[in-house]
T-cell receptor, first 109, second 113 residues
Framework: GQQVMQIPQYQHVQEGEDFTTYCNSS?????IQWYKQRPGGHPVFLIQ?????EVKKQKRLTFQFGEAKKNSSLHITATQTTDVGTYFC?????????FGAGTRLFVKA | NAGVMQNPRHLVRRRGQEARLRCSPM?????VYWYRQLPEEGLKFMVY????????ESGMPKERFSAEFPKEGPSILRIQQVVRGDSAAYFC???????????FGEGSRLTVL
């Protein structure tokens, strides 16, 4: 699998602000997965996107897969302190499941 | 249904000793992955195994590291003659044969003195 590039590396927000992390690939992705890892914890699966242009929502989280299937984004509306952690986008093409470097989110109450 | 179980959760070794990390996948899961994570960094793929087979070990150092997933029992990641640079969190994940998501264990944190 091709590694995906994720930006930003870090993001500090005030509680209540929105947050977006972006994932980009130079090649077309078969699908993209998103995981969240709390500080000191382990990664937890959030969602998988497969279709071109797909948009999925989970409460305050909105996930998008680009039309060309080369990029994806995760948007959190009105962040809460419980959103703190690192968000990883993951390319699952082939045998390997390759994690991006992740975006670490800090939320100030 | 128990989740992915990893042990030990914490392991301290002196340079030159061996470290053995164990992973019991979720019930019904036949695919196991091992990842290494350094502090403040992402997860680095190490190896992907199915029962009795290593499918992809391209992320695992050729020397000192080995992994197995026997027919019976847990998957084991073995690090021989540990060095300080091996200090990291090692995460195991499992998935069912036609699974979508990876289910992670809580990790084994190795400290090499």
């Amino acid at each position: 699998g091709q590694q995906v590039m994720q930006i930003p590396q870090y993001q500090h927000v005030q509680e209540g602000e929105d947050f977006t992390t972006y994932c980009n690939s130079s090649t077309t992705l078969s699908n993209i997965q998103w995981y969240k890892q709390r500080p000191g914890g382990h990664p937890v699966f959030l969602i998988q996107l497969v279709k071109s242009g797909e948009v999925k929502k989970q409460k305050r989280l909105t996930f998008q897969f680009g039309e060309a299937k080369k990029n994806s984004s995760l948007h959190i509306t009105a962040t809460q302190t419980t959103d703190v952690g690192t968000y990883f986008c993951v390319n699952t093409g082939g045998f390997k499941t390759i994690f991006g470097a992740g975006t670490r989110l800090f939320v100030k109450a | 249904n128990a989740g992915v179980m990893q042990n030990p959760r914490h392991l301290v070794r002196r340079r030159g000793q061996e470290a053995r990390l164990r992973c019991s996948p979720m019930k019904g899961h036949s695919h196991v992955y091992w990842y290494r994570q350094l502090p403040e960094e992402g997860l680095k793929f190490m190896v992907y195994l199915q029962k009795e087979n290593i499918i992809d070990e391209s992320g695992m150092p050729k020397e000192r590291f080995s992994a197995e997933f026997p027919k019976e029992g847990p998957s084991i990641l073995r690090i021989q003659q540990v060095v300080r640079g091996d200090s990291a969190a090692y995460f195991c994940a499992s998935s069912p044969p036609a699974g979508v998501a990876l289910f992670f264990g809580e990790g084994s944190r190795l400290t090499v003195l």
